[in-house]
């Protein structure tokens, strides 16, 4: 078994476990969910357009959430439009919405 620390948290991870981000940094699991997660990336947006009940229109803001400047769909990577799909298709699947109060 071959191990190598992950380049986020320095821990040594088995090489099957370590996913490769689009940046060429090798992450453990643990890592890779907590980059999904961060404010303004591509996963959190499609989350957060599904949630508040917006269309699908994939977009990320590589500096936070309204800080600096959004990326649109045509710029963004394959794998940044899949990783908007992924958070909006996860939001959509746990069926977890915005309650608007109106109801």
């Keep these: 078994m071959t191990h190598r620390p992950c380049d986020d948290c320095l821990a040594p991870t088995d090489c099957a476990d370590m996913v490769t981000l689009e940046d060429g940094n090798h992450v453990c699991p ?35 959430t309204y800080n600096g400047y959004p990326v649109s769909h045509k710029d963004m990577t394959t794998a940044q439009v899949k990783e908007y799909y992924k958070g909006f298709h996860d939001n959509e699947s746990a069926g977890n919405f915005k309650d608007w109060g109106d109801e």
Excluded: F, I, N, Q
């Design 30 to 64: 643990s890592c890779e969910l907590d980059d999904r997660r961060k404010h303004g990336s591509p996963y959190d947006r499609g989350g957060a357009d599904s949630y508040y009940g917006r269309p699908y229109a994939p977009h990320y803001w590589p500096e936070g």
